[in-house]
T-cell receptor
Framework: DGGITQSPKYLFRKEGQNVTLSCEQN?????MYWYRQDPGQGLRLIYY???????QKGDIAEGYSVSREKKESFPLTVTSAQKNPTAFYLC?????????????FGDGTRLSIL | QKEVEQNSGPLSVPEGAIASLNCTYS??????FFWYRQYSGKSPELIMF????GDKEDGRFTAQLNKASQYVSLLIRDSQPSDSATYLC??????????FGSGTRLSIRP
């Protein structure tokens, strides 16, 4: 079955530590996205990538980094510079590079501070 | 003014009735419009998308788009308890980015 796989489901970060969230898709989608969702809030865009080896900052990129070395994979690193990382992180993908297609989401990763 | 606005709710609707969810947007050049359902603790799930003015129906769901008035709505007919969730409106703007509203919490009462 095609879909988007995020791992791990739960992640705990110690102060000063970088952590990496995995996102893999087998939908053959060109575009991939990372969002952050805080309780009772909508989705805020962290980074997006429309093509391999290229990515763009979203609205809240500070303290995060990404890579897009393969079409299927778009990992997100939450660095120690992100002082308030506790949130629900969602990865999404969509067909085409234009960005106007429906996005499909993975099951998410919940990140908390130890 | 927020770029995409939704009433946070909760919107309480009796089982079997029609639930009406509304969303307004500020960018007149917006092109594509999406509705997602999100159960508590889960990820968003695409319900409907609409690109042209008018109505689009899929089962119990109808999306309505009025570009002149800059609103998009989602109607859910014969509401079921399983429809209780938060509904997110998303808009693809003329700045080539998708913007999500904060969501409307819908509660279907038996």
């Amino acid at each position: 079955d095609g879909g988007i796989t995020q791992s791990p489901k739960y992640l705990f970060r110690k102060e000063g530590q970088n952590v990496t969230l995995s996102c893999e898709q087998n939908l053959n989608h060109d575009a991939m996205y990372w969002y952050r969702q805080d309780p009772g809030q909508g989705l805020r865009l962290i980074y997006y990538s429309q093509i391999v080896n290229d990515f763009q900052k979203g609205d809240i990129a500070e303290g995060y980094s990404v890579s897009r070395e393969k079409k299927e994979s778009f990992p997100l690193t939450v660095t120690s510079a992100q002082k308030n990382p506790t949130a629900f992180y969602l990865c999404a993908s969509s067909q085409g590079q234009a960005g106007n297609q429906p996005q499909h989401f993975g099951d998410g990763t919940r990140l908390s501070i130890l | 003014q927020k770029e995409v606005e939704q009433n946070s709710g909760p919107l309480s609707v009796p089982e079997g009735a029609i639930a009406s969810l509304n969303c307004t947007y500020s960018d007149r050049g917006s092109q594509s419009f999406f509705w997602y359902r999100q159960y508590s603790g889960k990820s968003p799930e695409l319900i409907m998308f609409i690109y042209s003015n008018g109505d689009k129906e899929d089962g119990r769901f109808t999306a309505q788009l009025n570009k002149a008035s800059q609103y998009v709505s989602l109607l859910i007919r014969d509401s079921q308890p399983s429809d209780s969730a938060t509904y997110l409106c998303a808009v693809y703007s003329s700045a080539s980015k998708i913007i999500f509203g904060s969501g409307t919490r819908l509660s279907i009462r038996p």
